[in-house]
């Protein structure tokens, strides 16, 4: 097959990650529940956390729900597509799911559909990990709701889970916790699987640059809608 053909499915991956990304359930919601537009609320992010705060405990779980599981059915989507066709012939299994996930954080935080205004990467990370690796999917969440119980601020938790978890990635080196710590049928390609691991904890921490000035000088917002 032309290389430019390999290029353009490769690219279409991607496209399809992004345009799945792109679905923004707290816009959705929002709009479809409330007859308003969470992003004009608040802290006028598009994610759970603000969902909660403006329309409350319910809308804001659910936000968080439909995130993690459009992250986990975008990753499952592509590998069964890979499983029942003859694509993994033709690119990379690895290299463009990999990079697919990174697009679909990237339309999270910078939707199409709703003038590039989205989230903060927490929930689409999130999902990631749920959909590839039990290990960290188990070490996150105790990070994040044991800060997220003391400190009562998700941006807190999120940022030292993220940071928390880059750390430990080089921890899928050892054979025994890299063999085991893969779901079946997950690409456990490390020198891919790193880097956009990285890649989107990183995109998550810069998406709080704003929380990070705010815990800096004491001003950031504690929830109440969650316990």
């Not at 802290?43 to 969902?51: E, I, P, Q, V």
């Not at 697009?103 to 590039?116: E, I, R, S, T």
């Not at 188990?138 to 750390?167: D, E, N, P």
């Not at 080196?173 to 020198?191: A, E, Q, T």
Request: net charge positive; hydrophobic share 55%; aromatic share 14%.
């Amino acid at each position: 097959m032309h290389p430019f053909v390999k290029f353009l499915i490769f690219l279409g991956f991607g496209l399809g990650g992004y345009l799945i990304g792109s679905i923004n359930n707290a816009v959705i919601i929002s709009n479809l529940f409330f007859k308003r537009d969470v992003r004009n609320y608040g802290s006028k992010n598009a994610g759970g956390t603000n969902t909660g705060r403006v329309f409350g405990r319910k809308a804001g779980i659910a936000v968080m729900v439909l995130d993690i599981l459009k992250s986990v059915f975008a990753y499952w989507a592509m590998t069964l597509i890979f499983l029942f066709t003859n694509v993994g012939t033709v690119v990379d299994q690895a290299a463009t799911i990999y990079f697919a996930m990174i697009l679909v954080a990237l339309g999270h935080c910078y939707p199409v559909y709703y003038k590039f205004k989205g989230g903060k990467a927490v929930s689409v990370v999130a999902g990631f990990i749920l959909a590839t690796n039990w290990l960290f999917t188990l070490i996150g969440a105790i990070i994040f709701f044991l800060i997220l119980k003391l400190r009562k601020m998700v941006s807190y938790a999120s940022i030292l889970m993220a940071a928390i978890i880059v750390a430990l990635t080089p921890i899928l080196f050892i054979p025994v916790l890299g063999r085991i710590s893969f779901y079946p049928l997950v690409v456990d390609n490390l020198y891919y699987y790193i880097p956009t691991l990285i890649g989107l904890c990183i995109l998550l921490i810069l998406k709080h640059r704003t929380n990070i000035e705010r815990l800096q000088k004491g001003t950031e917002s504690k929830i109440t809608w969650m316990k």
